[in-house]
């Protein structure tokens, strides 16, 4: 069973950063495209960002691009997202997700998800 666990989350101010982390165990990261969402509150959750097996194919949200960064390190099985210039609209919960299918988070139905890690950026 693939497990995802998320850290890195807290309290920032606007203009400033943070990276977060996914640990995946039970799976070996180099099967599956790996994908960050978030969900703000009272909002539907929606798509951040994608990395496929390897790392050369990478996608971002509009909302996100040039201010987020995703990577992997497939030795040390964890992904990342590096967030700057953060805005107070990007205060979330941040879910990493995991899926051998290439594609899934165009309907963000990924086939593995952590429980979350909660970004909070204030004005």
């Known amino acids: 069973q693939v497990q995802l666990v998320e850290s890195g989350g807290g309290l920032v101010q606007a203009g400033g950063s943070l990276r977060l982390s996914c640990a995946v165990s039970g799976g070996t990261l180099t099967s599956y495209a790996m994908a960050w969402f978030r969900q703000a509150p009272g909002k539907e959750r929606e798509f951040v960002s994608v990395?496929?097996?390897?790392?050369?194919?990478?996608f971002y949200a509009r909302a996100v691009e040039g201010r987020f960064t995703i990577s992997r390190d497939n030795a040390k099985n964890t992904v990342y997202l590096q967030m700057n210039s953060l805005k107070p609209e990007d205060t979330a919960i941040y879910y990493c997700?995991?899926?051998?299918?290439?594609?899934?988070?165009?309907?963000?139905?990924?086939?593995?998800w952590g429980e979350g890690t909660l970004v909070t950026v204030s004005s």
């Open positions: 990395i496929n097996w390897r790392g050369g194919n990478t």
């Open positions: 997700a995991a899926d051998r299918v290439w594609g899934s988070w165009l309907s963000n139905a990924m086939e593995y």
